[in-house]
């Protein structure tokens, strides 16, 4: 059984900057997409980042634009977000999340989580002095 498996989080003061790795094990698998989400204390689940096999073609959220980068190893079975310039509205629990379906997603869809059919337990970022 497929699984994805979280690494990186952690307390960081504002301006800080963590590295959030993400690797799917558990089976031969290889996914089409894989992307980030979060969820904030007292808010919904938001897309954060993603991006797409293949092409290599990145979807960002507006508010980390700029800041956050998402980046896919070869095997396309780990995806990493490196985010600089930390907020304390990036404060959130962080979900990987994978597609496995063998058809690549629209990239207009990509920010959508009905995209991904695997999703992480989560790990906790916390920015803050």
């Known amino acids: 059984q497929v699984h994805l498996v979280e690494s990186g989080g952690g307390l960081v003061p504002p301006g800080g900057s963590l590295l959030l790795s993400c690797t799917a094990t558990g089976g031969t698998v290889r996914t089409t997409a894989m992307a980030w989400f979060r969820e904030g204390p007292g808010k919904e689940r938001e897309f954060v980042a993603s991006?797409?096999?293949?092409?290599?073609?990145?979807v960002y959220n507006d508010a980390v634009k700029g800041r956050f980068t998402i980046s896919k190893d070869r095997n396309d079975n780990t995806v990493r977000l490196q985010m600089n310039s930390l907020k304390p509205d990036d404060t959130a629990n962080y979900y990987c999340?994978?597609?496995?379906?063998?058809?690549?997603?629209?990239?207009?869809?990509?920010?959508?989580?009905?995209?991904?059919?695997?999703w992480g337990q989560g790990t906790q970022v916390t920015v803050s002095s």
């Open positions: 991006i797409r096999g293949g092409s290599r073609a990145t």
């Open positions: 999340a994978a597609r496995t379906r063998t058809s690549y997603p629209i990239v207009s869809s990509m920010s959508s989580s009905s995209v991904y059919d695997i």
